[in-house]
Structures are given as C-alpha cells and as structure tokens.
T-cell receptor, first 112, second 109 residues
Framework: KAGVTQTPRYLIKTRGQQVTLSCSPI?????VSWYQQTPGQGLQFLFE???????NKGNFPGRFSGRQFSNSRSEMNVSTLELGDSALYLC???????????FGPGTRLTVL | GENVEQHPSTLSVQEGDSAVIKCTYS??????FPWYKQELGKRPQLIID?????GEKKDQRIAVTLNKTAKHFSLHITETQPEDSAVYFC????????FGGGTRLMVKP
C-alpha cells in the first residue's frame, strides 16, 4: 500500500496570509489526525477527522481548521498566519483512530 | 486533558549497552500507549505499542512495560546499535494521542 502523503512539502508565507495543507491517507484508513511539531512544544494534537466529521479537537485557536472529504483525504487551513505558526505539520492516518497511526512526511511551514 | 511526561530528554549510551526511556501519564482512562522513533528529517514511525490490558510486550531488541497503577510505561532497547540513534516519543491515547516531549538517544560506536 502507498503510504501517507502530504502536499506541499515546504511552504513560505508572510504574516496575515492563510494556507491550506493537504493529506492523503493510506487507502482504507478513515481517520486522519493532524499534529504540529516544533522544537519547543514537541508534537501537539490539532484535530482528528473520521468519516468526514471532526471527532476530536486539540487546544489550538480557531484560526486552525480542517475538513475531510468522502475519499478520506483531509485538508488543514490556517488563517491570519502568525510567526509562531512556523512548524512542521504532520498528518497521520489509521483505520479507526484507535490503533496504529501512520505519519506522513510533513509540511514545513515558515512564516516570515 | 491527558498529560504525558518523558524522561530523560537526552540519553547517550555506548554501542551494545541498554537504553531505558520512561514516561508517566495523568489520565487513568488512557488505554493505548505507542512509541515512535523519529530520525532526523524523517517522519515518526511506530516501533512498538501496548494496550492497557497487557503489562509487557517485546519485539526483538525492543520491549515496553506498562504499570497502570503507577501510570507509567517504559521503553527498553537492548544491545543498542548506532542506527538506534534518533528521537523517541511516547504517547498515551484518551481519546486522541498526547505525546511526551521526546528523548534524543545517541548511541556511540
């Protein structure tokens, strides 16, 4: 099976802009979770989608949003970008969300 | 919410020695505990996991132990090799994954 893929791999944006990241899960996986990874805060959970519904949400401001499509592909959107949003954004897919999660390669977002 | 603490933050061992990384969690309802290895510039990859109804699990040189009463779990790597050098993350699930801060393991040849 093909692994989890994420696009784009790298992004440079300026403060105030918005960005959309995409995640394609492993075929058959219905759960997609998003994480922010920074050197200072480690891996932090953003949200999880299952069957097109947001099932769990982490403690991030409303500027961070997401959605999932009927083919389980997921997008994450960040509006009004801030310098502190610079991070590696990882998505992970799993069959149900309660078993092994497989990570994508991540999208490295730099906000200038 | 769940809080996971991981120690040590860095660990340096000689090749062939054992390495132990410890994690504690706060929510007694957490029921799934995976360990991920992340090499520099790569994605996290699951190396072993354990569920709350099991006390210990082993896979070749890697083992994980879980003490539900004390709410802590540990990763044990025996006969370490230079390719074991990476950052290791523990996590607890209830219902989403909460990760520990990571341990940078360096195995010196």
């Amino acid at each position: 099976k093909a692994g989890v893929t994420q696009t784009p791999r790298y992004l440079i944006k300026t403060r105030g802009q918005q960005v959309t990241l995409s995640c394609s899960p492993i075929s058959g996986h219905r759960s997609v979770s998003w994480y922010q990874q920074t050197p200072g805060q480690g891996l932090q959970f953003l949200f999880e989608y299952f069957s097109e519904t947001q099932r769990n949400k982490g403690n991030f401001p409303g500027r961070f949003s997401g959605r999932q499509f009927s083919n389980s592909r997921s997008e994450m959107n960040v509006s009004t970008l801030e310098l502190g949003d610079s991070a590696l954004y990882l998505c992970a897919s799993s069959l149900t969300g309660y078993n092994e999660q497989f990570f994508g390669p991540g999208t490295r977002l730099t906000v200038l | 919410g769940e809080n996971v603490e991981q120690h040590p933050s860095t660990l340096s061992v000689q090749e062939g020695d054992s390495a132990v990384i410890k994690c504690t969690y706060s929510d007694s309802a957490s029921n799934y505990f995976p360990w991920y290895k992340q090499e520099l510039g790569k994605r996290p990859q699951l190396i072993i996991d354990i569920r709350s109804n099991v006390g210990e699990k082993k896979d070749q040189r890697i083992a994980v132990t879980l003490n539900k009463t004390a709410k802590h779990f540990s990763l044990h790597i025996t006969e370490t090799q230079p390719e074991d050098s990476a950052v290791y993350f523990c996590a607890a699930q209830r219902p989403m994954l909460t990760f520990g801060g990571g341990t940078r393991l360096m195995v010196k040849p």
